[in-house]
């Protein structure tokens, strides 16, 4: 699923490209997406140009000035790319914005958990994201909005992480990737943290996505940036995939646990579950 390096590497494949170039039709598949295309919206689409392309959580948000904003979600299997307009049509493009200059903006999803939505006027994508209550982006999170929101907690910390109400951007990879930074279990409640522990969980989060952004997000699947080219950072991962492989830190071996239906890979000889701390591997449903 992309998660936050994903979405940002499409927003800032697009932008050189989509930014200025204007909408002159768009056409969508038969097949249903979480979020559907509804063609009432085509008319404020054609004709707009675009004035910006940004991201928020794991949203893409499509600026086309005074008529709104296009919503992008990629959902599990999402990928937005631009090309040539008589390039073929790949199988599972369900969304096609044509634009000046023979160019395509294309939406093209396997498992159709994502889509596109389009919400008028200035504010009205901003309402529509406030409506999902989310958190903060992680580099933005206040330190003490942090340390409160995990001492109220008593969810493993891997479980916190991965709630997008609390802190946005993380999925599975990047929450394993920084715990195993952090060196903190992901079993541990997040009240049992102390707030050095909890600091470095946070500075490790920032860092691990500053990384994985640098190196254009992970592919372990579909997942492309916007101009097609699939991610390296998958390669540069510490433990997420890599049960039953050598730590590449210590001599142990990383390991794979279900948590509250969500795989967590990590190290129990680098992360170790606190002696006498409230984190004692008991599962919190
Ligand atoms: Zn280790």
């Known amino acids: 699923m992309p998660e936050l390096p994903e979405v940002e590497t499409v927003v800032r494949d697009l932008r050189p490209v989509l930014i200025g170039r204007v909408f002159l039709g768009v056409s969508h598949g038969e097949l249903k997406l979480r979020h559907a295309w509804n063609p009432d919206w085509n008319r404020f689409i054609i004709g707009s ?41 790949a199988d599972h493009v369900h969304l096609r914005f044509q634009c000046d200059a023979g160019m395509d903006l294309r939406y093209r999803d396997i498992r159709r958990f994502g889509g596109a939505e389009f919400h ?23 330190k003490s909005d942090w340390l409160a929101a995990l001492a109220g907690s008593r969810r493993p910390i891997k479980s916190i992480l991965l709630d997008q109400r609390v802190l946005v951007g993380l999925g599975n990879i990047y929450a394993d990737e920084s715990l195993f930074q952090a060196r903190i ?3 541990r409640l997040g009240s049992s943290l102390q707030p050095k522990e909890c600091g470095r969980l946070l500075v490790s989060a920032c860092s691990v996505l500053d990384r994985a952004i ?36 210590c001599a142990g071996t990383v390991v794979r646990q279900v948590i509250s239906g969500r795989s967590a890979h990590f190290c129990p000889s680098c992360q170790p579950i606190e002696p ?10």
């Open 49 to 89: 140009k675009v004035h910006s392309i940004e991201r928020r959580a794991k949203w893409i948000v499509i600026d086309l000035g005074a008529p709104g904003t296009v919503l992008v979600h990629l959902g599990m299997t999402g990928q937005l790319t631009t090309q040539p307009a008589d390039f073929p049509m």
């Open 120 to 142: 008028a006027g200035p504010n009205g994508w901003k309402e529509r994201l406030k409506q999902a209550g989310l958190g903060p982006e992680p580099w933005d999170m206040k």
């Open 185 to 187: 279990h992901p079993l």
């Open 214 to 249: 640098a190196s254009r997000g992970s592919t372990i699947r579909d997942y492309v940036g916007g101009s097609g080219l699939r991610g390296g950072y998958q390669e540069s991962l510490a433990v997420y995939g890599r049960e039953g492989m050598d730590c590449g830190a």
């Open 276 to 285: 006498g701390g409230s984190g004692s591997g008991h599962v919190v449903p």
